[in-house]
């Protein structure tokens, strides 16, 4: 006699600083996913793998994840998403669950997935920008940023300074011992040149010849990466350039449908190897919303909204990485058009600022409410606060 099953949708949040993503993976125990599943197994419900209706890589985090799956043993009366509550980690909370039909399916189902990536504009952020001159216009000082890290990880800059910038020259470079090593050092190991913010490159250009190339094209670089914003009076002022011209930027991107050039390419060969053929409607999709909203919680403390029906691997941190640094000057409209209409892929920003927020559904969910509440509040709540904690710190 077959065992009746029972199909039932959890809505979810977690904290994954510290988890490898939410999928489960080969011969890794810290994944979402991976505690989800002990959490059935504990009290015999375990029956069929656990389909989520996104997914996150290590670092992001979640408040309205979305999961469906098939349960043994189910029981009228039972509050199933308070039961696999109290087996998790204090990181994931199981805030509400639902029984739904056997054709409902978590990640089939969803018509829009939306994600927001938080970031601050703050007073330490912006004195560290101006550190980098980047946005002075008097003396039209230019500096390649930082190139390579020393072992020391102290940043070594190689720096010119001319009133037009025109005046640059090959020789210039040359002369420069230091930034030739670096260069070259990059070059060998890499095959790649980068300019590079903090530890994430900026733009990343693939080079097929040799050194001398790559010289000539550090020098178109640093012309490019010097455009400035007019001289900064104040904060306020400040921000009001650099939002206006991430909404600038988003205006360039909002309308695009092939998203190559910012995705994860190493999923591209995963998806070969594994016998899918991968042509240009793999990378076609369309973005519902795409824009910048200031927090209520704090000053100076912003994030980008996103919203689409599904999105390719790193394409919300990539698209985030190129309206933030065309925002602080960092990119130009040439980079920008580069990526969108050429063959250069876009840098990826951090994990750890992004969080998927929630899936929609046409379907509707009666969702349950689990008891303990103020555990997903205060989870919600170390999230956000640890968020704003690294800005401050950036």
Request: hydrophobic fraction near 35%; charge should be positive.
């Amino acid at each position: 006699m077959t065992e009746k099953l029972t199909k039932i949708a959890i809505k979810f949040s977690y904290d994954g600083t510290n988890y490898s993503g939410l999928a489960l993976q080969p011969d890794e125990n810290n994944t979402i996913a991976h505690h989800i599943h002990k959490s059935l197994e504990k009290y015999n419900f375990y029956d069929s793998a656990v389909v989520f209706c996104g997914r996150t890589d290590a670092g992001v985090s979640a408040s309205n994840m979305i999961a469906s799956f098939y349960i043994k043993n189910y029981a009228k009366g039972m509050n199933v998403g308070a039961m696999i509550n109290n087996a998790l980690p204090d990181e994931i909370v199981i805030k509400e669950w639902a029984l739904v039909d056997d054709k409902f399916d978590a990640r089939r189902d969803c018509r829009q997935r939306h994600y927001k990536y938080f970031f601050s504009l703050n007073e330490e952020f912006i004195a560290t920008i101006g550190n980098n001159k980047i946005f002075e216009n008097i003396n039209r000082e230019c500096e390649i940023m930082r190139i390579s890290e020393t072992p020391d990880r102290k940043v070594k800059k190689c720096k010119f300074s001319d009133k037009s910038c025109k005046n640059i020259t090959e020789s210039t470079l040359n002369n420069d011992l230091h930034c030739k090593n670096i260069l070259k050092e990059n070059f060998v190991k890499t095959g790649v040149f980068s300019i590079l913010n903090g530890t994430q490159p900026l733009i990343v250009h693939k080079i097929k010849s040799d050194f001398t190339d790559l010289k000539k094209f550090c020098l178109s670089e640093l012309e490019k990466s010097t455009q400035s914003i007019s001289k900064i009076k104040n904060v306020t002022e400040y921000i009001d350039i650099v939002l206006s011209r991430m909404d600038y930027c988003i205006e360039k991107i909002k309308p695009l449908k092939n998203f190559k050039n910012f995705c994860k390419k190493s999923c591209e060969k995963q998806l070969n190897r594994n016998g899918k053929n991968i042509d240009e409607k793999f990378y076609l999709r369309t973005l519902n919303l795409l824009e910048i909203k200031k927090t209520e919680s704090t000053d100076n403390f912003f994030y980008m909204n996103v919203k689409a029906r599904s999105f390719l691997h790193n394409m919300v941190r990539k698209i985030f990485y190129v309206v933030f640094n065309y925002g602080i000057g960092l990119l130009s409209d040439k980079n920008i058009n580069d990526i969108i209409e050429g063959e250069i892929s876009a840098g990826c920003a951090q994990s750890e600022n992004l969080m998927f927020c929630c899936g929609f559904y046409e379907c509707e969910i009666d969702f349950q409410p689990v008891k303990d509440k103020n555990k997903a509040a205060r989870l919600c709540s170390k999230m956000l606060h640890y968020v704003m904690e690294k800005n401050r710190q950036s």
